[in-house]
């Protein structure tokens, strides 16, 4: 678009003097935008034009003399990156328009021209013109104040050469207005470094903007101390970059040795609110040239997956990895569930073992770990209630497992974890005997159904998986009363606090304890304290 003014600029381009004024009369431009139109009528002339008329849209036939189309759009692309062309070609120009294709920024018109599908192409091409004047124009206002947004510039930099989004050559070369340019040299050596920061959960935002904001600070102490030319930024507020252009003084050790510094910093620095927070730093392979630093960033973020195995704050060199196998975790799943039956201690050697067999072993990926750590618990808790302890079960449901599972950030965290529960599970079936749990598990059912009545000691046995007189032999044993006696001792002791609401009725009260038959309550409740329902209310609720 021309300097100082809101309209656009058009050169046309054909060897024929009737189509250059066909073209210029057929389309009302000043109103799709146009105020100037030059010509060419070869395409030496147009590229010489062009550099000096600075075109925003070049209408030309792909066929000319002395430089064919697809030659002069390679030179305008190359000046004039803006610049959108828009290719007239008949039947017979098959073969150019396929290298054509190759070329960004490029429209089509077939011959005989259509003036409606010349209008829509140029239509759309100038909205694209609007469209690039605008963002255009939102940079420019961004290099107005690039004094003062400078670091922000910087660290979208970053982000934007980690992800290989093209809007970093943008930003590039509004760094390089300013006075604080980075000198970084687009075909210099560069090597991407990452730093991962695992909050844990729950973590209030204050906190995390804060220890972000240290482990910024400790990056640039270190790289300035050390006299490194970097960039960085942080991405989804979890991990901050840094691209480094390398030096033949400048080792991959020597980075790892400032990595490791980096972390001590950050972790003196932050004190106690660093307390639960992990740091991992991962340091990617070298590449040429900023144009690559994308493959050197995906290379730190395999190398920082690595960190799950071998723990935080510390720093790895990325190495490539072999193909991974399979991964045998329901087989370890499936040892673990037998060592947890039996109540045996050798778990705890089995749980170490296995650690060293998946930090050992390229097959495991970290969601397989995850997923084996999760069916692990999974049966630990599935053994805990069989075994009757319900108690035990109460908070530990599979939605939370997964929760505590997929938190962890290390291998180390996860194994802690499992152990633990381990330990609270032996500690449970230690203090709790077999028969004491089956009596624990007969009256929770008894309080959860009593008022539906209906249930038999049948039901309660299906529901533990043990036979009716089984059941009713440990009941007996462990509590001197039969299962029945206890249910309607229960059921009586809820009666007489719903006889003391004397806006409740006898029958009400009956119904509510899990007595269909009124008569069979009152005659069961007499025999039980010696007095009728009625009796109770009216002697013993004065």
């Not at 008329?53 to 190359?78: C, N, V």
């Not at 009725?505 to 009124?518: F, M, P, S, T």
Request: glycine share 6%; charged share 25%.
């Amino acid at each position: 678009m021309g300097a100082g003014c809101c309209l656009l600029n058009l050169l046309i381009v054909d060897d024929e003097k009737r189509t250059r004024d066909g073209l210029k009369m057929c389309l009302p431009w000043t109103d799709f935008g146009i105020g100037e139109i030059r010509e060419a009528d070869d395409g030496h002339t147009a590229l010489e034009t062009a550099l000096a008329f600075k075109p925003d849209i070049i209408l030309s036939d792909i066929r000319m003399p002395t430089m064919t189309g697809i030659e002069l759009a390679e030179r305008i692309q190359a000046e004039l990156p803006r610049c959108k062309l828009i290719f007239i070609s008949g039947y017979a120009d098959k073969e150019y328009l396929k290298a054509a294709i190759q070329l960004k920024a490029v429209s089509f018109i077939e011959k005989p021209i259509s003036v409606p599908e010349l209008r829509a192409c140029i239509a759309t091409v100038i909205n694209a013109c609007k469209q690039e004047a605008e963002q255009s124009q939102l940079l420019a206002e961004s290099a107005a104040n690039l004094e003062t947004s400078i670091g922000m510039l910087q660290r979208e930099y970053a982000v934007h050469l980690a992800q290989g989004n093209p809007d970093a050559d943008n930003i590039s070369r509004l760094l390089a207005q300013s006075k604080s340019g980075l000198g970084l040299p687009s075909n210099g050596n560069y090597v991407s470094v990452l730093f991962h920061m695992h909050f844990a959960s729950g973590i209030p935002v204050e906190l995390a903007v804060s220890l972000r904001g240290s482990l910024e600070t400790a990056v640039a102490r270190e790289f300035v101390r050390q006299r490194i030319a970097y960039v960085a930024g942080t991405i989804d507020g979890t991990r901050l970059v840094a691209h480094l252009l390398l030096t033949p003084a400048l080792s991959l050790s020597d980075l790892r040795a400032s990595a490791n510094r980096i972390a001590n910093e950050f972790a003196d620095s932050s004190g106690e609110n660093a307390s639960g927070h992990l740091l991992f730093a991962g340091i990617g392979q070298p590449v040429k040239g900023l144009a690559q630093l994308h493959r050197s960033y995906q290379t730190a973020l395999a190398a920082v997956k690595q960190l799950f195995f071998l723990g935080h704050n510390r720093a790895v060199v990325y190495e490539e990895q072999p193909v991974k196998s399979s991964f045998a975790g329901d087989l370890f799943a499936q040892e673990f569930g037998q060592h947890v039956h039996s109540c045996n201690n050798a778990v705890f050697p089995f749980i170490d073992a296995l650690a060293r067999e998946i930090r050992g072993s390229a097959a495991a990926s970290i969601d397989e770990v995850r997923m084996l750590f999760y069916k692990m618990l999974v049966v630990l808790y599935t053994e805990a209630q069989n075994k009757f302890l319900g108690r035990y079960m109460e908070e530990r449901k599979e939605e939370y497992l997964w929760h505590r599972v997929s938190d962890s950030g290390t291998l180390n965290e996860l194994i802690a974890f499992l152990e633990s529960e381990v330990r609270a599970y032996f500690d449970a079936i230690a203090s709790v005997g077999v028969q004491s749990r089956v009596v624990h598990e007969t009256i929770r059912y008894i309080e959860r159904h009593y008022q539906s009545g209906g249930f038999t000691i049948s039901d309660i046995a299906s529901h533990l998986h043990l036979t009716p007189a089984y059941l009713s032999q440990i009941f007996k044993k462990d509590t001197g009363q039969t299962i029945n006696d206890y249910m309607n001792a229960y059921k009586i002791d809820r009666a007489k606090e719903l006889l003391a609401d004397r806006g409740v009725k006898l029958v009400e009260v009956a119904a509510r304890c899990g007595y269909n038959d009124a008569k069979y309550f009152t005659k069961t409740f007499k025999r039980i304290t010696g007095i009728t329902p009625s009796e109770y209310r009216e002697n013993v609720l004065k």
